[in-house]
C-alpha cells in the first residue's frame, strides 16, 4: 500500500512524508478517523514509506523487493495487532497472529474495511472482539528482537480502543520509552474510548471523512462505474469508501437492517392503544435478539442515523437527506413528521443505551423489548 493509493486525505499524506523525510518520526501516533475514511491503509502506507526508504520516490527500482513485500504484507519488520475472538480452531486465549493468514487476506481485498467485516471473518457470533494481555505479551516479545532488516520495526495496532484494561496497561512502559528505532500507530474510530494514559503518550492525527468527490472519482477509476451514478453513490456514503464500495456491489442485504427497522417502527404506531400488538414487539425483539451482539449494534447505530434522516427531512433540509428507502409503501417523508425536536433527544438516549448495555453483555431480548416500548410512547410524542 503506497501514499498514491490512498484516496484523499493530502494534508496528512504531506505531514507524514515530511516529518519521515527529516527524520522527525514519533515514536507512538494514534490516527482517528471514521470508518472508511482511510487510517488503516494510510498507517500501511507510512509504515512501507518508512521501512522500504522510498523518500526518493515510492515506485523507483531500489526499492522493488521490499515494495513487494508489503503487497502482501509479509515484511518481517512489519507487526499488527487487531481485535479477535475465540473460534474453533483457536478455543482458548485467541491472539492476533494466530488469525495473521486471515487478516492479510482481509486487508489486502479492502484495506478500508470495517470492524463489523472483520469480526464477519471471525465469525464472532454473540461474542465481541478485544485486545488481550496476551496480544500484550506477544507485542513485547516481537518488539523486542533486533529488526530484520536492521532498520525499523513498526507496529500497528488496529482498533486500539478494543484494548482490554490488562493489555493498555502492560503497553504503557513499552509505548512511553519504546525499544530504538520502533514505532507504534495506533487506530481509532473512537478517541475516547481509548483510555487516557494511552492517549496521552501519542501523537494524534485526525482524519475527516472523505469528500464526496474523491468517493466518486474512485469509484469511477476504480470500479468502472458511470460518473452519474458514482456521484450519487458518494452522497448516500456519506464519506464512507467502505460503504460506497458495498453500495456498488449491493451487499447491503446481508443483513436487512432497512426492512428490520420499518417492521420495527410499524410494530410500534399499531402499539398504541392496543395491547394485543406488543406481542409483534416482543417477537421482533427476540428476532433480533437471537442475532449476535455486534450484528445488534450495528442495527441500532442504523436506526439512529435514520431517525436522523427523518429529523433532516422533517426539518426541510432534503439536501442532507441520502437514504432511498427500498422497502415497500415505506416513505421517509410520511414518517419524518414524527420525529422532531421534542422527541429525537429522547429516541437517540434509548439507542445509545441499549447499545451500550448489549455491549455490556445485558441480556438483549429484555433491554430490546423494553427499547421497543419506550419507542412506541416517543414516536406519537408531540
Not at 527524520?23 to 475514511?37: C, D, T, V
Request: charged share 25%; hydrophobic share 40%.
Amino acid at each position: 500500500m503506497q501514499f498514491s493509493e490512498i484516496l484523499g486525505q493530502e494534508h496528512i499524506k504531506n505531514h507524514l512524508t515530511q516529518s519521515a523525510n527529516l527524520g522527525r518520526i514519533p515514536h507512538a501516533q494514534l490516527f482517528i478517523g471514521p470508518e472508511g475514511s482511510g487510517t488503516l491503509p494510510m498507517a500501511i502506507a507510512y509504515a512501507q514509506y518508512i521501512l522500504c526508504s522510498n523518500t526518493n520516490g515510492e515506485n523507483n527500482g531500489e526499492n522493488q523487493a521490499c515494495n513487494l513485500k508489503f503487497q502482501k504484507l509479509s515484511h518481517p519488520d512489519l507487526h499488527f495487532a487487531y481485535p479477535t475472538v475465540s473460534t474453533d480452531s483457536v478455543k482458548t486465549k485467541p491472539k492476533s497472529i494466530d488469525f495473521i493468514a486471515e487478516w492479510r487476506t482481509f486487508t489486502t481485498q479492502n484495506p478500508y474495511g470495517g470492524l463489523f467485516e472483520w469480526y464477519a471473518v471471525l465469525g464472532v457470533q454473540n461474542k465481541q472482539g478485544e485486545i488481550r494481555v496476551d496480544d500484550a505479551t506477544e507485542i513485547l516479545k516481537s518488539l523486542s528482537l533486533k529488526s530484520y532488516e536492521g532498520g525499523h520495526k513498526i507496529m500497528i495496532i488496529w482498533m486500539a480502543d478494543k484494548l482490554n484494561i490488562a493489555a493498555s496497561n502492560k503497553l504503557l512502559k513499552l509505548l512511553e520509552e519504546p525499544p530504538e528505532k520502533t514505532i507504534f500507530i495506533l487506530i481509532s474510530e473512537n478517541e475516547e474510548d481509548i483510555i487516557q494514559t494511552i492517549r496521552s503518550r501519542c501523537q494524534i492525527l485526525h482524519f475527516n471523512g472523505l469528500s464526496e468527490t474523491v468517493v466518486a472519482d474512485a469509484l469511477v477509476c476504480r470500479e468502472n462505474i458511470d460518473l452519474k451514478l458514482a456521484t450519487k453513490i458518494a452522497h448516500q456514503a456519506q464519506g464512507n469508501y467502505n460503504v460506497a464500495l458495498h453500495l456498488v456491489h449491493d451487499n447491503s442485504d446481508d443483513y436487512p437492517f432497512e426492512e428490520w427497522f420499518v417492521t420495527w417502527v410499524r410494530a410500534a404506531f399499531k402499539a398504541k392503544g392496543n395491547a394485543a400488538a406488543i406481542q409483534d414487539l416482543i417477537l421482533w425483539s427476540e428476532k433480533i435478539a437471537s442475532l449476535g451482539r455486534e450484528t445488534q449494534k450495528k442495527f441500532l447505530q442504523f436506526c439512529i442515523e435514520m431517525f436522523r434522516q427523518a429529523l433532516l427531512l422533517n426539518y426541510e433540509a432534503p439536501k442532507l437527506v441520502y437514504f432511498e428507502p427500498k422497502v415497500e409503501k415505506f416513505k421517509l417523508e410520511n414518517f419524518a413528521p414524527f420525529v422532531n425536536g421534542n422527541n429525537i433527544h429522547d429516541i437517540f438516549k434509548e439507542l445509545s443505551d441499549a447499545m451500550y448495555h448489549i455491549e455490556r453483555n445485558g441480556n438483549a431480548k429484555i433491554i430490546l423489548t423494553d427499547l421497543s416500548i419506550k419507542l412506541t410512547r416517543l414516536i406519537h410524542k408531540k
